[in-house]
């Protein structure tokens, strides 16, 4: 079990690097955050299952599992949120990025005094 | 296990760095606040690694109020900067 746990932190905290260097080195911001949420949620996820597994019982793996299921659940609201607010402030996409959904959507249903 | 939790203070304090640069660096203030929200998930995964290492199940209760303080502060901070120049409210 030990075995185990340490294999699982040592996952959790490679992810977590994985998530800094992809926001480190993305060109675009929308690629930043898309690194930094989902590498960053795997992560945590990781490590909390370590820390289930370490502990064993009962009280710190519901802890763990309301920690994952609140992080799982707010963490793509935040993204979605601030991805938006992006978009509609003007950052821009990557040049090399080919498609921009986005942008068909809001050209096809715009009404003049939305937001 | 000694050399597991030493592995994963390197790769820990290395993602704070590189998030860290990207939080004062960013061109935009969205980068900021995405690499702010990224330290504060690293920050969970580091008190969940010292909950570990020095046995102590009551810290996962912190790493819980940590996950939802992030969250609040990235919606706030991007409903803030959406608001353009003009707009009021």
Known sequence: MSILVAV??????????????????MPDFYMRMHAATKAGAFASGLMLLAAALH????????????????F??????????IAEAAYRRGVKLW????????????????????? | MTIAVCIASFFFIAALGLALR?????????DRVVALDLIGGICLCIIVLFSIVFDQGVL????FAISLVSFLGTVAFARYLALGEGDEK
């Open chain 1, 72 to 81: 799982y659940l707010t963490t793509p609201v935040a993204a979605q949120t």
């Open chain 1, 95 to 115: 040049s090399k990025s080919g498609v921009d959904k986005f942008a068909e959507d809001l050209s096809k249903n715009s009404d003049p005094n939305g937001k």
């Open chain 1, 8 to 25: 699982l932190i040592v996952l959790g905290s490679f992810f977590a690097f994985v998530a800094a260097l992809g926001v480190h080195r």
């Open chain 2, 60 to 63: 996962l209760d912190s790493a």
């Open chain 2, 22 to 30: 990207r939080a004062v660096v960013g061109p935009t203030p969205f």
């Open chain 1, 55 to 70: 502990f064993g019982t009962l009280r710190v793996a519901l802890t763990a599992l309301a920690i994952l299921i609140f």
